[in-house]
C-alpha cells in the first residue's frame, strides 16, 4: 500500500525558516517524481514545487522560487521541501504527492505569523 | 499558466441523482506525446485530495463506476450518477499536460 506521511509543520515567525518531510513507503521511490502541493486555509490548490526521480531537476511555482528549496533522500524514502524566508501568504496545508498526483499525504499544516 | 475554469461554483443533488462539472482550459491540453493529462480529484472534508478520474476518463483503482469522465482539447466533463452521500465534497480538475500543473477553482458538490 502506497503511503506518504508528511512532518515537520507548525508556526512560524515571518521571515523564519521551516524544513517538511515526507517518508514514503509501498512504492520503489527512487523510480518516481515528486511534488509538493498547498492549499491555503478555505482556498484551492497550487502546485508548488516537482523534484525528478534522481534529483536532477526540480520546478518552483514563480512565488516561492528562490526560498524554498525541493530534496529528496532515496536511500531514505524521504522528499523534503526546505521553506526559508516565509512570508504570511505561504501559510496553507502542505501535501506531499507522486508526480503523477495519483497518491497523496494526508497533509501538513504550516502557519506564518507573527 | 493554463487557467482551468470549473463550473457550476456549487452544485445541489439529491441522492440518486446525477451530477455534471465542466472544466474548461485555456489552452489544448493535448501534449505532444499525445496524452491529455487531465485529471479529477474529489475532496472530503478534512482530507486529502483523492484521484478518480486520471488522463480524461479512466477510474482510478476501486473508483465507482458511477463516475464517469469525457471530453478533449479544451473542454473536459466529470459525471457523477446515482449520487451518494460519501460522494460529497470538493470537485477539482488538475492539468499536468503543461508547466506548472494547475488546478480549477473547485465545485463543491452539497446534498439538497
Known amino acids: 500500500e502506497v503511503q506518504l506521511v508528511e512532518s515537520g509543520g507548525g508556526l512560524v515567525q515571518p521571515g523564519r525558516s521551516l524544513k517538511l518531510s515526507c517518508a514514503a513507503s509501498?512504492?520503489?521511490?527512487?523510480?518516481?517524481?515528486m511534488a509538493w502541493v498547498r492549499q491555503a486555509p478555505k482556498k484551492g490548490l497550487e502546485w508548488v514545487a516537482t523534484i525528478s526521480y534522481d534529483g536532477s531537476s526540480t520546478y518552483y511555482r514563480d512565488s516561492v522560487k528562490g526560498r524554498f528549496t525541493i530534496s529528496r533522500d532515496n536511500a531514505k524514502s524521504t522528499l523534503y521541501l526546505q521553506m526559508d524566508s516565509l512570508r504570511s501568504e505561504d501559510t496553507a496545508t502542505y501535501y506531499c504527492a507522486r508526480h503523477a498526483a495519483d497518491y497523496w499525504g494526508q497533509g501538513v499544516m504550516v502557519t506564518v505569523s507573527s | 499558466d493554463v487557467v482551468l475554469t470549473q463550473t457550476p461554483v456549487s452544485l445541489l443533488i439529491s441522492l440518486g441523482g446525477q451530477a455534471s462539472i465542466s472544466c474548461r482550459s485555456s489552452q489544448s491540453l493535448v501534449h505532444s506525446n499525445g496524452n491529455t493529462y487531465l485529471h479529477w480529484y474529489l475532496q472530503k472534508p478534512g482530507q486529502s485530495p483523492q484521484l478518480l478520474i486520471y488522463?480524461?476518463?479512466n477510474r482510478f483503482s476501486g473508483i465507482p463506476d458511477r463516475f464517469s469522465g469525457s471530453g478533449s482539447g479544451t473542454d473536459f466533463t466529470l459525471k457523477i450518477s446515482r449520487v451518494e452521500p460519501e460522494d460529497l465534497g470538493v470537485y477539482y480538475c488538475?492539468?499536468?499536460?503543461?508547466?506548472?500543473?494547475?488546478f480549477g477553482g473547485g465545485t463543491k458538490l452539497e446534498l439538497k
Open positions: 488538475l492539468q499536468r499536460t503543461h508547466n506548472p500543473p494547475t
Open positions: 509501498g512504492f520503489t521511490f527512487s523510480d518516481y517524481n
Open positions: 488522463q480524461v476518463s
